[in-house]
């Protein structure tokens, strides 16, 4: 779970967020936190301006299901326990509790 929502979040920067601008990075945080049941914390944050997260569609919808892209952000949520945004949405955080 956490290789996938990792790989889709580093994807969704460099592709969205950057728009593939190989001068531009995407930044990667771990943290850890052993005192709430060993949590793991990601955090992936591109150069961009942003999204509204809150406006992403479904794309399990009958007219959304045979497209290409555009599940990305609903793997992440799938995958991860919890999901944050910040930065008006150049960064989420993805949380894994291992315990």
């Not at 990601?42 to 892209?69: C, H, L, R």
């Amino acid at each position: 779970n956490i290789m996938i929502a990792l790989t889709e979040a580093v994807n969704n920067g460099i592709v969205h967020g950057n728009q593939s601008d190989p001068t531009k990075k995407v930044r990667i945080i771990t943290e850890v936190d052993h005192d709430e049941k060993h949590l793991v914390s990601f955090k992936v944050e591109d150069e961009g301006p942003g999204f509204d997260y809150q406006t992403t569609t479904d794309p399990t919808t009958p007219d959304k299901i045979s497209e290409e892209g555009g599940r990305g952000v609903f793997i992440i949520k799938q995958l991860a326990d919890r999901v944050y945004y910040h930065k008006n949405g150049s960064m989420v955080e993805m949380q894994f509790l291992l315990a």
